[in-house]
């Protein structure tokens, strides 16, 4: 599975403006449904909410994979958002978060979403491509990073 495949790269945010992770979530849930007609805005910002409250996604190095699943959606779909400040996200390193990587899938999938958060894993363990997605400069050097690493890996 190719991440560029399920990236919907209207919905990245280069920068985000918010300062909690409840705005993260909701910034990027909003960002997505804005594009995507099968997705309502405030019903994934729950899904993600109720996906939190288990627990954080946030994964450490300053990432965090929030993820969900939706009843009709008819495929996965992600997307990517960025705050240079960094935002407390519960990480498990305590650290601020920086990078993240939104994953929404269908209510029934099982082997798809499991290979698509492995994939996005994989991606920020390398610092290299941390590092590129935090000098980027625009919303397409974004998109061409994760497109270079979903290439590479």
Avoid at 3 to 21: E, T
Avoid at 91 to 116: M, N
């Amino acid at each position: 599975m190719k991440i560029m495949d399920i990236l919907v790269n209207d919905a990245v945010i280069l920068n985000l403006g918010v300062g909690s992770k409840r705005e993260v979530l909701a910034e990027m849930a909003g960002a997505l449904a804005k594009v995507e007609p099968q997705i309502e805005a405030d019903r994934l910002l729950e899904v993600l909410l109720e996906r939190e409250a288990l627990q954080s996604t946030g994964i450490g190095d300053g990432v965090a994979i929030p993820h969900g699943k939706m009843a009709g959606l008819d495929r996965l779909v992600a997307t990517f958002a960025r705050s240079p400040e960094g935002i407390d996200f519960d990480s498990i390193d305590r650290e601020p978060t920086h990078h993240f990587f939104l994953l929404v899938v269908p209510e029934h999938s099982g082997g798809q979403y499991l290979k698509a958060l492995a994939r996005i894993s994989r991606f920020f363990r390398d610092a290299a491509f941390r590092q590129q997605l935090t000098s980027a400069e625009t919303q397409s050097d974004i998109i061409r990073a994760i497109a270079e690493e979903d290439t590479n890996l």
